[in-house]
């Protein structure tokens, strides 16, 4: 199963990931993404592919 995570000292807080899906990302206590739901599908694979610091990464997780 693939999961998606955030690499938290990558993040640069431009918001890109979180206005793209709310629903899986959103904001922690110090101004950086931190990921809600880590279900991952085409859109969160694409959002991974567009953060400017590659900080979003998808793992593929053993159930
Ligand atoms: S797209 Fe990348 S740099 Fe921008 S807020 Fe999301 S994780 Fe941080």
């Known amino acids: 199963m693939k999961k998606v995570a955030i ?3 990558n993040c640069i ?11 899986t990302f959103t ?8 990921v809600i739901n880590s ?4 859109e969160i694979i694409n ?7 590659g900080a979003i990464i998808i793992t593929e997780e053993e159930k």
């Open 13 to 23: 807080s431009c918001g890109l990931c979180i206005n793209m899906a709310e629903n």
């Open 7 to 9: 690499i938290t000292d």
């Open 39 to 42: 279900e991952v599908n085409d």
């Open 47 to 53: 959002i991974s592919s567009l953060c400017p610091t």
């Open 27 to 34: 904001w922690d206590d110090e101004g950086k993404s931190k």
